[in-house]
């Protein structure tokens, strides 16, 4: 589990990647959908911008992301809004996940600051948000469409996968934020030998229970909101899992070897447990 903190300059380019390929198809989905919908339901457009609007100055009062960053969580709340409107929405699991990551990053931050793994106090950048978020955001942008042309299955597996990648996102945080602070050897996983706390690739057994614990809160806040299954929440909250020894797997294999930085490490995680969700859901989708 991979702390955001880590910068490979060298690798630079692929948080540049993430952002061109993420932030402009948020922002054109957001600009059609709009457009579509101001004909029919303008108070669905106005809550979407005043919403994602009043997310991203919340999170740069807080300081938990830069400016840029905090524009990029902005669109993406928007985006999320738009293809969940009303009160049955995608931002509640997102909220969980901003509250938990919020919280954990701050934990202990005195013990973090000692070890050197402590958050910027500018918060995350654009590239951080996009990495962790942007999955969960573009698994959600084809669900009206699939409603409308597909029936209901297509989109609870979106919906799925969206929620997977949630929890991915929010385990993946918890995990590296409080296992450092609540003690226990870290071990890198390829070779399960103790390593430094901070190392790319370890976990410790305390930092996967916060992690796992984190994966089930942001499913359990989605299961009450969509009124999800209890297979569907299994689904999710497994997804979740696969994605955070996934980031662990490439962080001790490839992140060590500054073959790929944190922001892909991040975004690999992420499809990842949303690749699992669209599986496993289709899957049983299919036997029905």
């Given amino acids: 589990m991979t702390l955001d903190i880590h910068d490979r300059r060298p690798l630079h380019w692929q948080s540049q990647l993430i ?4 932030v402009p198809l948020a922002g054109v989905f957001v600009l059609l959908e709009s457009i579509r919908l101001l004909p029919v339901s303008p108070a669905v457009v106005a809550q979407a911008l005043a919403i994602g609007t009043a997310f991203a100055l919340l999170v740069w009062i807080l300081r938990a992301a830069t400016p840029a960053a905090s524009f990029t969580g902005g669109l993406f ?9 009303g009160w049955r929405i995608a931002l509640w699991p997102l909220l969980a996940l901003f509250l938990l990551t919020f919280a954990a990053t701050r934990f202990g ?3 973090k600051e ?3 793994t402590a958050e910027g106090k500018r918060g995350r950048a654009a590239s951080q948000v996009a990495a962790n978020l942007g999955v969960a955001v573009i698994a959600g ?6 409603h409308v042309w597909s029936g209901i299955h297509p989109g609870r597996v979106a919906l799925i996968a969206c929620i997977a990648a949630l929890s991915e996102a929010t385990a993946d945080t918890l995990s590296s934020e409080l296992g450092q602070v609540l003690g226990g050897e870290p071990r890198l996983l ?4 103790p390593v430094p706390t901070g190392t790319d690739g370890a976990i410790s057994l305390n930092g996967t229970l916060a992690g796992a614990a984190g994966a089930a809160l942001v499913t359990a806040v989605a299961a009450f909101v969509f009124h999800l299954t209890f297979g569907e929440s299994a689904i999710a909250f497994a997804g979740g899992i696969v994605g955070l020894f996934v980031d662990s797997l490439l962080g001790a294999a490839l992140e060590r070897r500054a073959w790929l930085n944190n922001d ?3 975004a690999l995680s992420t499809f990842a447990a949303a ?3 669209l599986w496993a859901s289709s899957a049983a989708y299919s036997r029905l």
């Fill in 19 to 22: 952002l061109l390929l993420i």
């Fill in 77 to 85: 709340t928007v985006s999320l809004y738009l293809w969940t409107p």
């Fill in 109 to 111: 931050r005195s013990r």
């Fill in 114 to 116: 000692k070890l050197g």
């Fill in 141 to 146: 942008i084809p669900l009206s469409a699939w």
């Fill in 190 to 193: 390829t070779t399960l030998r």
């Fill in 264 to 266: 892909a490490v991040n």
């Fill in 275 to 277: 690749l699992f969700a």
